[in-house]
Structure formats: C-alpha cells, structure tokens
C-alpha cells in the first residue's frame, strides 16, 4: 500500500489497531467471503477483487473494521465491541451488554429518587433535634 492513497491514513488509524488489509479485518470479524460480501452489498465476485487489489473500497474497510469489534467515533478512542459486549480500553475480560447499557438511566433515576428521600430524612431529623432542643432548654427566672 502507498501512503498517498486515500485511505492510507485510516489504515494507520488506531480504530483500525494497525491492520492494513480487508482480509484481515473480515478475517477478525469472522466473516466468510460470501457473508462479507453481502454485508457490503455487492457480489462475491466484487469482494474477491476487493481482496486481491491493494485498495479495497473505502466504505468496505470502514464497515468490515466496525463489523471487527473497532469504534471508530471521537470520544470512544480505545473501546472495542466483541460477541455483543462494549470493552473500555485495556479491557478483556466483562464487557457491558446491552442489558447493562440500558440499565444505567434506570438507576439513575433510582440514585436520584433515593437522593431526595435521604434529603427529606435529613430535614425532618434537623427538624426534630431542633424541637427537642427548644422543647427541653431551661427556662431561667430571676427573683428579687
């Protein structure tokens, strides 16, 4: 591969975590010839000129690198997704599925509800501390 062809620069991308043919990327996304075609939409036929040429369709390398577990938008530098669980970077082994995913706005909610009744707990028990206090202070009368 040359450096001034088009996708020179994404191949060398880390998303793409260094590799530098679609056969690689089909082969990491466990795909046949026949699958990665019809992915891609074209012929098997098509995918196999895609293989044997030195630059293969730009799309074709996108999808197959996403398809290959890599996450190619900003803010997600590192994390892969592999057999349906998201990976942070560095990390191998519990991944979050989708169950997990959905779940994090549904205990949000619970943390802020129990939030808010741990602040009501709080000002009812200011609340009593400070009547007993005032129900029980001394009242001092000076006699002449």
Same mark, same amino acid.
């Given at each position: 591969?040359? #450096?001034?062809?088009?996708?020179?620069s994404?191949?060398?991308?880390?998303?793409?975590?260094?590799?530098?043919?679609?056969?690689?990327? @089909?082969?990491r996304?466990?795909?046949?010839? @026949?699958?990665?075609?019809?992915?891609?939409?074209?012929?098997?036929?098509?995918?196999?000129?895609?293989?044997?040429?030195?630059? #293969?369709?730009?799309?074709?390398?996108?999808?197959?690198?996403?398809?290959?577990?890599?996450? #190619?938008?900003?803010?997600w530098?590192?994390?892969?997704?592999?057999?349906?669980?998201?990976?942070?970077?560095?990390?191998?082994?519990?991944g979050?599925?989708?169950?997990?995913?959905?779940?994090?706005?549904?205990?949000?909610?619970?943390?802020?509800?129990?939030?808010?009744?741990?602040?009501?707990?709080?000002?009812?028990?200011q609340?009593?501390?400070?009547?007993?206090?005032?129900? @029980?202070?001394?009242?001092?009368?000076?006699?002449?």
């Open positions: 591969m040359r #450096p001034d062809e088009p996708f020179a994404l191949l060398q991308d880390a998303w793409l975590d260094n590799l530098s043919t679609l056969r690689d990327l @089909q082969h996304a466990r795909l046949a010839d @026949q699958q990665a075609a019809t992915i891609c939409g074209v012929t098997v036929h098509t995918w196999r000129r895609w293989l044997k040429q030195d630059a #293969p369709n730009l799309a074709a390398l996108r999808l197959m690198a996403i398809l290959a577990g890599h996450i #190619p938008w900003p803010g530098d590192g994390w892969e997704m592999h057999n349906g669980h998201l990976f942070p970077p560095g990390y191998s082994h519990h979050l599925s989708s169950g997990h995913l959905m779940s994090i706005h549904y205990e949000r909610q619970l943390l802020a509800l129990f939030k808010e009744e741990l602040r009501q707990l709080r000002a009812e028990k609340e009593s501390v400070s009547g007993a206090s005032a129900r @029980q202070s001394p009242i001092l009368c000076l006699v002449k």
